[in-house]
């Protein structure tokens, strides 16, 4: 059995149509450490960056549904996705809640205008 890159080639183009990077491509797209990006793809992970596993080599397909969906999964506030498609987890929607200033925050503020009042008066 011959194993030509020639032979090779056209069956993993044919595998997907999305680019396919390694953790170190990713992690400068993404513009966190390599190291972060490895650890998000390890079983222990809670939702893991979706990837294929080949023997010890990890790929990412750029751009994949699959990709964008988890990108907006961990997107901060109530911005709109990447993909323009709803965001899914398991078959069910993923509610995105707007949270109020928490009251810590809040009692910071008030303690600084009652600071700058005594300092006023």
Not at 36 to 56: A, E, F, Y
Not at 58 to 74: C, I, K, T
């Amino acid at each position: 059995m011959s194993t030509q890159p020639s032979s090779i080639t056209p069956a993993i183009s044919t595998l997907s149509e999305f680019e396919k990077i390694d953790s170190t491509e990713f992690a400068k797209r993404v513009s966190m450490t390599e190291s972060w990006v490895r650890n998000q793809t390890r079983n222990n992970c809670h939702d893991p960056i979706p990837h294929v596993k080949l023997g010890r080599y990890v790929r990412f397909e750029w751009n994949s549904p699959g990709l964008d969906a988890w990108w907006d999964r961990h997107r901060k506030g109530n911005s709109a996705p990447i993909s323009g498609r709803p965001v899914e987890a398991e078959g069910r929607f993923l509610v995105r809640t707007v949270l109020r200033r928490s009251a810590g925050r809040a009692r910071g503020v008030q303690i600084e205008r009652e600071m700058e009042e005594a300092r006023a008066d």
